[in-house]
Structure formats: C-alpha cells, structure tokens
C-alpha cells in the first residue's frame, strides 16, 4: 500500500452531518476568542505599519472551513473599523479542504456584517482569495503580506513520522515510546517550524506580525503533556479493535500520529535560532479535553457524555488518518471505544487540560540586520543587487542580497 501523505490524506471531516468538523469545533472556537486581544493588537499596529498606504492583505493558514473562519475575519474587520483600509483576505489550508463551503458561507456573513455597520459609516471594503496548498512550501510572492494568522494547526508535522518502528502499540509518544523515538518527534517538529519561520519571514512586508496558537505542553518533561495521555487512551481503543480482529497488529505497529505538542521553552528556543522574528507575546492556556465543559473548576459533570463530546472533536480532526490507514470499516467502533475509555479515565483524572500555546511575532527589519553589520561592508556592497556571503560577528556564514527599499538600505539574510 503506499504512503500515506498529509497534503493528501488529511482534511477534516466534511459536510454539516454529526461527525463534521463544522459541527465539532468548539475547542477551537474557545481558542479564538481567547486569542483576540492578541489579535487585535497586532491587527492595530500592523495597519499603523502599513498607513498611509490602505490595503492590508491577510493570510489564514490552515483556515478549516465553518464558523471558525468567519469569526476570524470578523475579528479583523472589527479591529479595523472605522480606519481607512481595504482587506484582503487570503484563506489557505490543503487542497482537501472544503473551500466551497467557506466562500458559500463567507457571501452571506459578509452581507449581514456590511448590514451591521453603524449609519453614516463607510463599509470595510474586503476582497476574499483561497489559496490551496501546504503552508510548509512558498504560498505568497516576495514581501506582500501584512499579517499571518494561523489557529490550531502547527501542532501538524508536514509528513507522516517514518523510522518509529519500535513504538510497539503506541501512536505518539507515549511512557513506553523509547528515547530515539520522542528525539524523532521533536526533530521533526523543529525542521517543521524552523522552515515554516523561514517562508514566512520571506512573504511577510517589512512591519509584518504572526499570531500563531497550537495545541502544546505545558511541563518540560515531553513524556506529561496532556496530549500523551489523551493518545494513549487512543492507541489503547485500537489495541482492543486489535484483541477483536477488527484491526491488524502490523496496522497498529506501523501508524503513528503526525503531531507534536511541544513547550513553551522549545518554541522560544527555535524562534530565537531562527533569528527571524522577536516575540511580542508568547502564553499558555488551558482548556478542558471537554469542549462543552465551561467549568472555572473543570469539575466532570457527567464523564460518560464528556467521553462521547471528547471522542467526537478528535474524530472530526484525525478521522481521515485512521480511514486512510485502517480502512472505513473500523472507525465508528474505534471511536465508540475511545469514548468509554476517556470516560473511564476523566473520572478519575484531576484537570484533563489541553495546553494551548498563543504567539505573537514580529518580523524582524533588515534595519537591525544592517547594524550587525560593518558599514563599509554594506556601502561597498549596497551598490549591486548580487548575493554575496556575510561571515557574522558570530562567526556563522549566511548568503545576502543587498537591497533598497523606502530609502533604507540594508541586506537581506536568506535563511
Ligand atoms: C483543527 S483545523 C483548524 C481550522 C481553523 N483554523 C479553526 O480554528 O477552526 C486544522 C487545519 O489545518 C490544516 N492544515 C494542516 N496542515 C496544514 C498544512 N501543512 N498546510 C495548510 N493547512 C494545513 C488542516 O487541513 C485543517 O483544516
């Protein structure tokens, strides 16, 4: 059977039905409120960067489809109401995705909210473009984006893990996962953010921000995070579909999640490697395995429905990577064992969190790259637009092209 491939296998569950990801997103959706007031700070400074020019273009990546999207826009245009700016959206997720579903409901939002707008007041104009592909390749020309916004998606690798033939029984990395695996993991997630960093400081014009938000860890030790235990009950509900013979031993060796969970001080530390981008904001939050548990105190009111809400929001998500793998004719049972056993589980649990990392970014200006370098360097090489090769203070070489732009001068640091 051949490989299976994220840009291929991957999209949430379509349509409006029980099981769509439409109807079980709530998780996110808590997300993006909690978000907001990161968001729309960067959303004011961002515009005060572009002004007086008027059109800030905005990319969404790994937009989904549903509700979700729209309260992202709506959040933009909210934060820029009543300024002189023109939007432009730029929606981007895989090309699986149900994009028709996003621009048939984004028609009829945008109507309501242009109806919404005070009398005398002048509508935002707003212009919507999708953008099909993986944001783990080049999506937008050369420095034409104002702001990326990105919910609940980073915590997915750009491939499917290979090499983790000894996490017998596991999916992730679980108590039993050896060393070599967790370091597989965790080399994987760092090439994957790093070159994410890389294409999107290329793409992002000069004043840019990020606000980033994906599932993390909130304890150093990878073997804690909330995530683990939550896909050990997962990779236990098949090790039963296994006892049944609904599934195959060799299946379940073979599968492993794409997906990483990692802590605040990993991130930081890949950022700060990158040399790309400060941080302007950077928080955990917590937010209860139960999407419909609102609770200050995150006490379980009744384990067994929290156990089928639980099952549903992870069955929207990742339904398509088990099909794919094991086949449609185990998924309904898989899932109706997930319940029961997450069930069984929060009852005894104390506080089954997810951990939710919220970044804010700031592109770095190739002014500040340009002090870090001598002067006569820059006036003898600013003339041409040939790349040359800069040895740093630090001693590491990177490849440069001298550009001009709005009167300043400086080098671009290809990465
Ligand atoms: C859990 S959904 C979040 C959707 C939406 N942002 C929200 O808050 O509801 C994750 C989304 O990320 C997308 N995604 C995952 N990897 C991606 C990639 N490499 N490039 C673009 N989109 C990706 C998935 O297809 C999916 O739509």
Known sequence: MEAMKMES?????????????????????????????????????????????????????????????????SEVI?????????????????????????????????????????KGERPTPIYIAGVPGSYYTRLFPFQSVHLFHSSFSLHWHSQFPYGLDDNKGNIYIARTTPPYVVKLYQEQFQKDLM????????????????????????????????????????????????????????????????????????????????????????????????PYNDSENNNVQDNIQSGVNIA?????????????????????????????????????????NYSIIILSLQRKSEACIVNALSTSRISQDIDSTIPFDHQFEDGVHKNCTPFFNNDVKGLLIIP
Not at 216 to 243: I, P, W
Request: charged share 25%; proline share 2%; hydrophobic share 40%.
């Open 195 to 290: 070159l994410f960093l890389e294409l999107r400081y290329e793409e992002l014009a000069f004043g840019g921000q990020m606000v980033l938000t994906f599932l993390g860890r909130k304890n150093e030790d990878v073997y804690s995070g909330s995530m683990n235990y939550l896909y050990e009950l997962l990779a236990q509900s098949l090790q039963t579909l296994v006892k049944k013979e609904l599934v195959s031993q060799e299946k379940l060796e073979s599968f492993n999640l794409p997906i990483y969970g990692a802590s605040i001080g990993e991130v930081k530390e890949i950022i700060n490697q990158s040399g790309l981008f400060d941080i302007n904001h950077i928080k955990l939050f917590e937010s209860n395995w139960d």
């Open 9 to 73: 296998d991957f999209h949430m569950v379509k349509g409006e039905g029980e099981n769509s990801y439409i109807n079980n997103s709530r998780h996110q959706q808590k997300t993006l409120f909690e978000t907001k007031p990161v968001l729309e700070k960067a959303v004011a400074e961002v515009c005060s960067a572009v002004l007086p020019r008027n059109l800030l273009l905005v990319g969404d990546l790994g937009c989904g489809s549903g509700k979700n999207t729209l309260i992202f826009l």
């Open 312 to 352: 549903k929001s992870i069955r929207a998500v990742m339904e398509t990577l088990f099909v794919s793998h094991f086949g449609e004719s185990m998924i309904d049972a898989l899932f109706k064992e997930f319940a029961n056993k997450v069930a069984d589980y929060i009852e005894r649990a104390d506080n089954p």
């Open 78 to 118: 909210d934060a820029t109401r009543g300024l002189p700016v023109e939007l432009q959206f730029f929606l981007n997720d895989l090309p699986s995705n149900d994009f028709n579903h996003i621009f048939q409901s984004c028609d009829e939002h945008l109507k309501n909210s242009a109806a919404a707008v005070h």
